[in-house]
């Protein structure tokens, strides 16, 4: 895992996420021969958020593409608590749905923790319900969270092999940092959770094999934090000023990215990288999802 040239190699998340729902649409058209009905997808959106209508648009678009049904329920801002619970007990009640996802953030007066526990756990394709991260956890089969199965995923694209490498995770939320902890366990590495109270952080990036960003701050890790022939997966997508023209904004990751490509042997870019990922893993899920619902009940 040495970098032979004077730049790292980019690891296209846009390929990779291709290649996976060219698989996924094979098997959707293999399930649909089998059983007479497509793997079903259910986005519920509440409110007008501008960047999740665009991903919920995105979802649907790919979800059709590669033979499932896609289900999308636009709901109004003030939709009670106990209505956006109700049409999540109607789509855990609905034979043509395999996959429910809740668009997050959801307004303030709605009680996230409270839904995603509502939703029943084998249609439950984001992977956050406490009955799947326990399953996870256990090193049991689950629904994975989508970005850490895709992050995991462009790893195994650069080397198949994991088995004892030192993995430093910046970042220990639910959604990304933990559950990708878990995922790296499983094959064999040697895993550190990294943090804002982590003394001397640079220290710990430059042990790692592979350096997993998702801290939320731009550009915080710097070139001269990463292991020489270093596996660098940046899930940060910050907007910053344009520097040309400081009325327009970028988007750039986590970590310094014209600095680590220099020391690493193989980068995810921003944009390009895990993005394109976290809907192809979406529509993994929904169709385990749904082979469990029908092949292995």
């Known amino acids: 895992m040495t970098n032979t040239g004077p730049t790292a190699r980019i690891i296209d998340g846009k390929a990779v996420a291709a290649a996976l729902r060219g698989d996924i649409a094979k098997n959707v058209e293999a399930f649909t021969s ?41 709901l109004p801002a003030e939709t009670s608590q106990a209505d956006l619970l109700a049409k999540v007990e109607a789509l855990n009640a609905d034979p043509t749905v395999h996959g429910i996802l809740v668009q997050l953030p959801l307004p303030d007066h709605i009680d996230e923790r409270r839904v995603i526990e509502t939703i029943t756990p084998g249609k439950d394709v984001d992977g956050f319900h406490p009955i799947n ?6 090193g049991e089969k689950s629904l994975v969270p989508c970005t850490p199965s895709g992050c995991l995923r462009l790893i195994k694209s650069v080397e198949a092999d994991l088995s004892g490498r030192e993995a430093v995770i910046v970042g220990r ?7 990708l902890a878990q995922l790296l ?17 640079p220290e710990v990036v430059r042990r790692a094999d592979i350096v997993l960003a998702a801290v939320g701050r731009p550009e915080m890790i710097r ?13 940060g997508i910050n907007r910053v000023p344009h520097p040309d023209d400081p009325a327009k904004t970028r988007l750039v990751g986590d970590v310094a990215f014209a600095e680590a490509t220099k020391v690493a042997s193989a980068i995810t870019p921003v944009p ?19 082979q469990a619902i029908h092949e292995n009940a």
């Open 133 to 138: 991260v326990g399953r996870l956890s256990a």
């Open 272 to 290: 390009g990288g895990v993005g394109p990922m976290t809907i192809a893993c979406l529509l993994q899920n929904t169709l385990t999802a749904a």
């Open 173 to 179: 939320s639910n959604i990304v940092g933990k559950p």
């Open 185 to 201: 366990l499983r094959e064999n590495c040697t895993v550190t959770i990294a943090h804002s109270r982590t003394r001397d952080l």
């Open 223 to 235: 070139g001269d934090w990463i292991k020489p022939g270093a596996i660098v997966i940046d899930v």
């Open 34 to 74: 089998r059983h007479g009905i497509a793997p079903g997808l259910a986005v519920v959106l509440v409110g007008t958020d501008p960047a999740s209508e665009v991903y919920v648009r995105n979802k649907g678009r790919q979800t059709r593409e590669v033979g499932m049904n896609s289900f999308e329920f636009k």
